[in-house]
């Protein structure tokens, strides 16, 4: 019954700005963390970001520090990306995952969603 869906990818020039969704259903919000990976070209999934539903508790990897914030909206069941000087290393597919821990790792997230595509490029 857990469901995750990402929304909000797209073409954007470098150094704009996109916000990503992850629309979310089925989850305990006391124990749940909601992280966002992204898989560039020819690279492995890496963890990004990671927030908890139950006191919005908040992870960065150090190369988005600055640039992107996670943030919750528990009664509209989302978690929102927003990504901002946006750089053609950030291409890739950008997930949202669900995990009873806290925890980034790929390996030990539950559920995930299908992706959403960023481009950026001139």
């Known amino acids: 019954q857990v469901q995750l869906v990402e929304s909000g990818g797209g073409l954007v020039q470098p150094g704009g700005s996109l916000r990503l969704s992850c629309t979310f259903s089925g989850f305990n919000l006391d124990k749940t963390a909601i992280g966002w990976f992204r898989q560039a070209p020819g690279k492995e999934r890496e963890g990004i970001s990671l927030?908890?539903?139950?006191?919005?508790?908040?992870w960065y990897e150090d190369f988005v520090k600055g640039r992107f914030t996670i943030s919750r909206d528990n009664g509209k069941n989302t978690v929102y990306l927003q990504m901002n000087s946006l750089k053609p290393d950030d291409t890739g597919v950008y997930y949202c995952a669900a995990s009873w821990l806290w925890t980034i790792l790929a390996e030990h997230m539950d559920h995930w969603g299908k992706g959403t595509l960023v481009t950026v490029s001139s």
């Open positions: 927030i908890s539903l139950k006191d919005g508790t908040t």
